[in-house]
């Protein structure tokens, strides 16, 4: 991926990130690529071991890695302690963004009682609702609905078609991708019953909304709905995947990460430095700890209350094999019963 035309050589990377340099410091790079694909202009990283033996055929400009892998590496490298969050950082100075110019679009409508800041850009077909507040160096992209009583702080973005329903306040450098939706109304449903006794639903109002802390990034199509009565809560540096659900009044804590198609029912709260994996499932009204990880496909039924890493569900396996084992699964109770009567009755207590 090219980036910057004149490029860095690998001194001023060095220099720029706090690396050490192995191999030629003038060594000049204009864009990043895997170790596989990288040419002589690109640079690349190592992070994982088990990429080592793709060392030999690279024909990368610059590789960052750690010390260890260097030994032997005839190409110039930058070292550092942690080569895939090196490379993260090195990389966003070949991103190349749209340039956008302050100001709002003549097709977008903005209410009367609405505040945008003059340094703020409003895209093409965007609405901004009553009372909603729209802060400096904000870019609000193409098509975005912005309900009532919102507020964007410095520095946000909403890349495109992105919605805020009501109450939802965004605090600064939030970034929100194409397609989601904040501010929903909760799943709050009441069953009750007609004077002639037949069950109905009524709807609870939800009349909350939704609070998002500095420096987060919620996904492509990923929703989080308003509380019923408290605020739906995302403290500092969350970061949420593609096409995730958090519930009504869910508080997730600062630093953690929720891979995508993770679902997180109503008034359940995360702690902090949390790691949730790909499609996992939490239940509502639980605590889980700080510093827990629940690896991909992992139904949370209850509270965690230690640090550790939590796993459910059965690994992918040859169906027919999976039906064999499904049969005994359900037959583990009635073996569980057998073991302990057995036991009893070796020890005398029968």
């Given at each position: 991926m090219?980036?910057?035309?004149?490029?860095?050589?690998?001194?001023?990377?060095?220099e720029?990130?706090?690396?050490?340099?192995?191999?030629?410091?003038?060594?000049?790079?204009?864009?990043?690529?895997?170790?596989?694909?990288a040419?002589?202009?690109?640079?690349?990283?190592?992070?994982?071991?088990?990429?080592?033996?793709?060392?030999?055929?690279?024909?990368?400009?610059?590789?960052?890695?750690?010390?260890?892998?260097?030994?032997?590496?005839?190409?110039?490298?930058?070292?550092?302690?942690?080569?895939?969050?090196?490379?993260?950082?090195?990389?966003?100075?070949?991103?190349?963004?749209?340039?956008?110019?302050?100001?709002?679009?003549?097709?977008?409508?903005?209410?009367?009682?609405?505040?945008?800041?003059?340094?703020?850009?409003?895209?093409?077909?965007?609405?901004?609702?009553?009372?909603?507040q729209?802060?400096?160096?904000a870019?609000?992209?193409?098509?975005?609905?912005?309900?009532?009583d919102?507020?964007?702080?410095?520095g946000?973005?909403?890349?495109?078609?992105?919605?805020?329903?009501?109450?939802?306040?965004?605090?600064?450098?939030?970034?929100?991708?194409p397609?989601?939706?904040?501010?929903?109304?909760?799943?709050?449903?009441?069953?009750?019953?007609?004077?002639?006794?037949?069950?109905?639903?009524?709807?609870?109002?939800?009349?909350?909304?939704v609070?998002?802390?500095?420096?987060?990034?919620?996904?492509?199509?990923?929703?989080?709905?308003?509380?019923?009565?408290?605020?739906?809560?995302?403290?500092?540096?969350?970061r949420?995947?593609?096409?995730?659900?958090?519930?009504?009044?869910?508080?997730?804590?600062?630093?953690?990460?929720?891979?995508?198609?993770?679902?997180?029912?109503?008034?359940?709260?995360?702690?902090?430095?949390?790691?949730?994996?790909g499609?996992a499932g939490?239940?509502?009204?639980?605590?889980?700890?700080?510093?827990?990880?629940?690896?991909?496909?992992?139904l949370?039924?209850?509270s965690?209350?230690?640090?550790?890493?939590?796993?459910?569900?059965?690994?992918?396996?040859?169906?027919?094999?999976?039906?064999?084992?499904a049969?005994?699964?359900?037959?583990?109770?009635?073996?569980?019963?057998?073991?302990?009567?057995?036991?009893?009755?070796?020890?005398?207590?029968?």
């Open positions: 090219s980036g910057d035309v004149t490029g860095y050589t690998a001194s001023a990377l060095a720029r990130f706090g690396l050490a340099v192995h191999g030629d410091p003038e060594v000049s790079v204009r864009g990043v690529a895997t170790l596989a694909n040419g002589a202009v690109d640079l690349a990283f190592l992070a994982n071991p088990k990429y080592r033996g793709q060392l030999a055929d690279c024909k990368a400009g610059i590789v960052v890695m750690r010390e260890a892998d260097a030994e032997g590496y005839t190409g110039t490298a930058l070292l550092a302690d942690d080569p895939y969050v090196a490379f993260a950082r090195i990389a966003a100075l070949f991103e190349a963004r749209p340039a956008t110019q302050p100001g709002i679009h003549p097709s977008a409508v903005v209410d009367p009682t609405a505040s945008v800041h003059p340094d703020a850009s409003i895209g093409p077909y965007t609405s901004i609702g009553a009372r909603t729209v802060a400096a160096r870019r609000i992209g193409a098509g975005c609905v912005l309900g009532e919102c507020a964007v702080d410095e946000c973005e909403l890349v495109a078609r992105v919605t805020l329903v009501r109450r939802v306040r965004l605090g600064k450098r939030v970034l929100v991708h397609g989601a939706v904040l501010g929903a109304d909760g799943f709050g449903i009441a069953l009750a019953r007609t004077p002639g006794g037949e069950p109905h639903w009524i709807k609870v109002p939800q009349l909350g909304g609070r998002i802390g500095d420096d987060c990034e919620i996904g492509a199509n990923t929703t989080i709905d308003r509380g019923a009565l408290d605020d739906t809560e995302l403290e500092h540096d969350v949420l995947d593609n096409q995730i659900q958090i519930g009504h009044n869910v508080c997730i804590g600062a630093h953690t990460a929720i891979a995508g198609c993770a679902a997180v029912a109503g008034s359940t709260r995360i702690g902090r430095y949390c790691l949730i994996g499609a939490i239940v509502g009204h639980i605590e889980i700890c700080d510093r827990v990880t629940v690896t991909a496909m992992s949370v039924t209850g965690i209350r230690e640090p550790g890493e939590y796993s459910s569900g059965t690994p992918l396996m040859d169906n027919r094999e999976w039906r064999r084992n049969a005994r699964f359900r037959q583990l109770d009635r073996l569980a019963r057998d073991v302990a009567a057995h036991n009893r009755k070796d020890k005398g207590e029968e």
